[in-house]
């Protein structure tokens, strides 16, 4: 199992920007990919973006051009860059771990909470 532990929520205005980090530790399985997901209250959870340990990132389209998903593998850290960051971004934002011999998203942070305000 990998441990995930996301930090950089907050609350921030509209047009404003925030950074998220997720510091992956503990013995692990094969990981492909790292991700980001968001959940707002009643709402199903969404892929935000993805970097695969080979290949290009991806991002869902009501993000893109505004967020960037980055590593340092030095650090088994990933980033997510939000900028120009809307109300409708508002949700608890949870990194995970895609393990390569599933394909699945099989390890979850706890998430931290991004709050956009108007």
């Known amino acids: 199992q990998v441990q995930l532990v996301e930090s950089g929520g907050g609350l921030v205005q509209a047009g404003g920007s925030l950074r998220l980090s997720c510091a992956a530790s503990?013995?692990?399985?094969?990981?492909?990919?790292m991700g980001w997901y968001r959940q707002a209250p009643g709402q199903q959870r969404e892929l935000v973006a993805s970097?695969?340990?080979?290949?290009?990132?991806n991002y869902a389209d009501s993000v893109k051009g505004r967020f960037t998903i980055s590593r340092d593998n030095a650090k088994n850290t990933v980033y997510l860059q939000m900028n120009s960051l809307k109300p409708e971004d508002t949700a608890v934002y949870y990194c995970?771990?895609?393990?390569?011999?599933?394909?699945?998203?099989?390890?979850w942070g706890q998430g931290t909470q991004v709050t956009v305000s108007a």
């Open positions: 995970a771990a895609r393990r390569a011999a599933t394909m699945t998203w099989a390890s």
């Open positions: 503990g013995s692990r399985f094969s990981i492909n990919a």
């Open positions: 970097i695969p340990s080979r290949g290009t990132t």
